[in-house]
């Protein structure tokens, strides 16, 4: 299963901000996949779910690109009714370049057969 979400995401290690902003942000990204997700068939365990962030500038691979998705990452976990340190659940990171204004996340959701290396990044 292949889905875009169109959200802008941003490294919240770096963030020094109000908290209603990052409240509202963090509401909006939970939301957003609830929505996109409501209905959809949940894969059967062991899975692997890619996160592809589009933008035009980049992060960190190592802390900051994962960091900007860990409310979306929640918001996938509570739509596979698991804990997101589920081990069962490969989270894997990526990124892409974009045009200039044009944000998202694509999230791609397959069942796998063995989860090894779970939680790799």
Not at 41 to 60: H, I, K, M, Q
Request: charged fraction near 25%; aromatic fraction near 4%; charge should be positive.
């Amino acid at each position: 299963m292949r889905i875009e979400l169109p959200l802008k995401t941003v490294s919240l290690l770096n963030m020094r901000e109000h908290f209603r902003v990052a409240a509202t942000r963090k509401a909006l990204h939970r939301r957003t996949v609830q929505l996109m997700f409501k209905g959809k068939e949940r894969p059967t365990l062991p899975a692997t779910v890619t996160l592809t962030r589009l933008s035009p500038g980049t992060l960190d691979a190592h802390d900051n690109l994962p960091s900007s998705m860990k409310h979306i990452v929640d918001g996938l976990a509570d739509w596979l009714d698991v804990d997101d340190a589920d081990p069962r659940v490969r989270w894997v990171y990526a990124q892409q370049k974009s045009q200039r204004g044009k944000f998202g996340v694509i999230v791609e959701v397959a069942a796998c057969g063995i989860a090894s290396n779970a939680g790799e990044i």
